[in-house]
Structures are given as structure tokens and as C-alpha cells.
């Protein structure tokens, strides 16, 4: 009988680990440096303590195997705390929290001077960077698997230079397949 619970137990830690699995994330600092060495897009998930989106969005879509597979492969991924208290230098300007209360890291927060930079009015926002580090499109909200896929697809194209109208996105969006299991 032991036998059988050890190896029933075996097959559950298998299988969760197969299916979920972490992406390399780096601070926004070193996807900057990264990207001087070896030009690729970031992924910036900006995030908040205190917010359920942002805690589905990391273990329903940054854990599947097969986003966190393309983003590590095709990406550097920066996690952002929009109300955190990081210094961050960026586009030769300094970034900081100045009224970031300690007292209220797990809740609501005074929010980041790169946030604001960024024009980040919800939580989670994905943001997406070109090779030089410059803004793609911010992505507002949680995302599935399959329609994260569809961005990550089309800025590692380059897609998005020949999307001109929204007419051209509708067009796109609807040929496009997901391949990603939800």
C-alpha cells in the first residue's frame, strides 16, 4: 500500500511540474543591459500587492509552460511593482517611489514615478519594449494564455509596424490561431 501512495504521489509532483513553470525574471536595470549585449523585446508586468488580477495573471498565464517557454525564449521579463520603491533609471531619467509608505506594502500604495511615466492606470499592466527600450504598447488587464500569445507573437514579429488601423487589428486578430493550451 505504501508503495502505491508513493507512487501516486510521484505522479502528482510529475504532472504539476510539467505543467507549470517559471519565467526568468529580471529587473527593468538588467533587461536594459541585456538588451546591449543581446537585442531582444522586454515584457514588463507592472503590478501591485494588493491586486487579484495580477495574482491570477501570475499563476494562470506566466505559469504555463508553453507562455513562460516563449517568453524566456523570446523576451527579457521584468516584474515591476508599480507601487513599489525601486530606483530605476531610464531613457537618462531617474525614477522613484518619493511617498512610498513601508507601512502600506501589502495594500494600497503611492504610485511610481516610472508608472506614471508610463501612463499605468490599472493593475496588471503588461508593457512591451523594442530592442532599444522603447515603449511598444502597454497592455492593460489580466490576459489568458491565448490572448497574451497573440501580442508576444505579433511584437516578436514585428507584426505590429504593419498594423495601421484598428480595422487592420480586428483583421488580425481574427486570423489569428492559438496555439498556447489555456
Known amino acids: 500500500m505504501k508503495k502505491i501512495t508513493y507512487i501516486l504521489l510521484l505522479a502528482i509532483l510529475v504532472s504539476a511540474n510539467s505543467t507549470s513553470q517559471e519565467i ?4 527593468f536595470q538588467e ?6 549585449k543581446s537585442p531582444k523585446k522586454i ?8 491586486c487579484g488580477p495580477c495574482k491570477m495573471l501570475d499563476k494562470n498565464t506566466f505559469q504555463n509552460i508553453e507562455v513562460s517557454d516563449y517568453v524566456n525564449k523570446h523576451f ?3 516584474k515591476f511593482n508599480g507601487e513599489g520603491n525601486d530606483f530605476i533609471n531610464y ?17 494600497r500604495n503611492s504610485a511610481h514615478d516610472l508608472a506614471r511615466y508610463l501612463q499605468i492606470n490599472a493593475y496588471p499592466t503588461i508593457v512591451f519594449f523594442d530592442e532599444n527600450g ?4 502597454p497592455l492593460r ?4 494564455p ?3 500569445e497573440l501580442y508576444l507573437k505579433m511584437f516578436k514579429k514585428d507584426d505590429h509596424k504593419n498594423i495601421k488601423s484598428q480595422e487592420e487589428f480586428n483583421a488580425y486578430y481574427n486570423a489569428f490561431k492559438a496555439e498556447f493550451k489555456s
Open 24 to 27: 526568468n525574471w529580471v529587473s
Open 31 to 36: 533587461a536594459l543591459e541585456l538588451q546591449k
Open 43 to 50: 515584457m514588463m508586468d507592472i503590478y501591485t500587492n494588493w
Open 76 to 78: 527579457y521579463a521584468v
Open 91 to 107: 531613457k537618462e531619467q531617474s525614477f522613484s517611489n518619493p511617498n512610498y509608505n513601508p507601512a502600506n506594502e501589502k495594500r
Open 134 to 137: 522603447d515603449v511598444i504598447t
Open 141 to 144: 488587464g489580466y490576459q489568458t
Open 146 to 148: 491565448n490572448q497574451l
